[in-house]
């Protein structure tokens, strides 16, 4: 009962504040963007910094293995189902996105692009540039997924992955908005 009240609440407070829609996809404004440090797993989560701001990915996958005092340590999985932008960044075509991380450094990373309503199968290859990648050319809805492994200074390591929207657009503001919701046709 007490988490179809707090479901019902998050879908009333999703409703509120300013709305719209940015290339087909229902959106909203953001309410906070910066995420909380290690919120899932403990794991970092994948920051995208481009003009529009800084976008959390969607988690995704991920290990952090911990080395104790002792010497032995421990380590965490987690595995998900593709995970789902729930935000999107509105950039320039061939606008240079730059990947971090919550904490810890980013040791090596790649990453994938495709259109946002496709599936996996349509994925292509992004070059990724010590941690520097560019948007897509072409004018379109995407879907980033990023991999990304990891070292912190308090020994932590690990790798981790997750999703980012994009929207390549040459005249739409540029910004950070909350995805409300939209279903669309994969589209080359």
């Not at 309410?31 to 995704?60: F, H, K, Y």
């Not at 010590?130 to 050319?137: D, E, K, S």
Request: negative net charge; proline residues 6%.
């Amino acid at each position: 009962m007490r988490l179809a009240i707090l479901l019902c609440l998050g879908v009333l407070a999703a409703g509120c504040g300013s709305s719209g829609e940015v290339g087909g996809v229902r959106t909203g404004a953001l309410e906070n963007t910066a995420p909380l440090a290690g919120e899932v797993r403990d794991a970092p989560v994948i920051l995208l910094r481009s003009g529009a701001g800084g976008q959390a990915a969607a988690m995704g996958s991920g290990c952090v293995t911990t080395i104790l005092d002792d010497g032995t340590g421990t380590s965490i999985c987690g595995d998900t189902a593709e995970p789902r932008p729930s935000q999107l960044s509105v950039v320039r075509p061939g606008e240079v996105l730059h990947v971090q991380l919550t904490y810890g450094k980013v040791a090596s990373s790649s990453a994938n692009v495709r259109p946002f309503f496709c599936p996996v199968t349509r994925a292509e290859p992004v070059a990724v540039n010590g941690h520097t990648l560019l948007a897509p050319l072409q004018p379109g809805l995407y879907r980033l997924g990023v991999f990304a492994r990891f070292e912190a200074q308090d020994g932590r390591s690990g790798d981790v992955s997750g999703a980012a929207g994009l929207l390549v657009d040459e005249n739409e503001p540029l910004r950070v908005v909350s995805i409300l919701g939209g279903d669309g046709r994969c589209e080359p």
